[in-house]
């Protein structure tokens, strides 16, 4: 059984920073890859920024790359992603994901790739 908790949510002014962190516990060695999704109220679920768990190469939103950046701890079993520059359109809940399966870059953004998922955590910029 694995378990995504997230963390580091809040209110935040625009141009501000965020972290947030997911802890996973659990059956972690067949990690392959981590990614963060968010949902805005009244909008499907989209993709943010994932990491391969091995090797650590990255893969972007277009709408948060330069701002947003994606971390993992292979040690700590933790994936980060430090938000920067934030924008009224960056509120939503965040969700982190996991998956064992080889992906490619593309594959790394469709949220069908990925079957467990952390409950959410909240981020709300006011501009």
């Known amino acids: 059984q694995v378990q995504l908790v997230e963390s580091g949510g809040g209110l935040v002014q625009a141009g501000g920073s965020l972290r947030l962190s997911c802890v996973i516990s659990?059956?972690?060695?067949?990690?392959?890859?981590m990614g963060w999704f968010r949902q805005a109220p009244g909008k499907e679920r989209e993709f943010v920024a994932a990491?391969?768990?091995?090797?650590?190469?990255?893969v972007y939103d277009d709408a948060v790359k330069g701002r947003f950046f994606i971390s993992s701890d292979n040690v700590k079993n933790t994936v980060s992603l430090q938000m920067n520059g934030l924008k009224p359109e960056d509120t939503g809940v965040y969700y982190c994901?996991?998956?064992?399966?080889?992906?490619?870059?593309?594959?790394?953004?469709?949220?069908?790739?990925?079957?467990?998922w952390g409950q959410g955590t909240q981020v709300t910029v006011s501009s």
């Open positions: 659990g059956r972690t060695f067949s990690t392959y890859s």
């Open positions: 990491i391969r768990w091995s090797g650590g190469s990255t």
């Open positions: 994901a996991r998956s064992s399966e080889y992906m490619t870059d593309q594959a790394m953004r469709q949220q069908r790739m990925y079957p467990y």
